[in-house]
């Protein structure tokens, strides 16, 4: 092997350093396993938080972190998208109707997990994952069709599993309390 081909295996390897994903441990990697599985999308999922990771070691607490952003950033690129791209260049009578209904979902989804980041920080878990649960309800208010496939398909389908994987974070790192047996009042 010349110097020229390791130098540039030696660059490359530098370059593309920063792209390669982090391997998780064995418990954080359980984890990732708990919350993948309950989408349904497990290679999506997996490989969404494994690439976000700065850690081979990492806690429910940064999981949780890491997906409710990712989910709110998502939620303002796609709105950008539409409001950008979509709309601006839309022909097609259907598809800005689509397009106008998707900005105002969007615009509401991004709200809603933006409030829940704002919880998750202040450690109000219930609160987080009551604006998380909002932001999935709203994203259906942005009705796209396999039939009549636009860029907001596959759009819907990404923040779904995102703010599912957000959810099922949360639902880990706080579980919500147990649901209590009624109990009559003796008189």
Known sequence: ?????ILISLLLCITFKSSISIVPDPTTQELINKICKQTIDFNFCNRTITSQLIRKRTSIKTIAK?????????????????EGSLL???KDRRDRTEFDAC?????????????????????????MR????????????????????????YANWNMRILTDMAIYASKILAPPPPLGKKTKKKL
């Open 103 to 127: 900005r105002k979902a969007y615009r509401l989804v991004d709200a809603h997990l933006d409030n829940a980041l704002k919880y998750l920080y202040l450690r109000d878990y219930r609160f």
């Open 130 to 153: 009551a604006y998380q649960a909002l932001a999935l309800m709203n994203i259906s208010m942005c009705r796209t069709s396999f039939f009549h496939p636009t860029p907001m398909v």
């Open 66 to 82: 890491l997906t409710a952003a990712k989910a709110w950033i998502n939620a303002i690129e796609t709105l950008d998208n539409i």
């Open 1 to 5: 092997m010349s110097f020229v081909h």
């Open 88 to 90: 601006p260049t839309a």
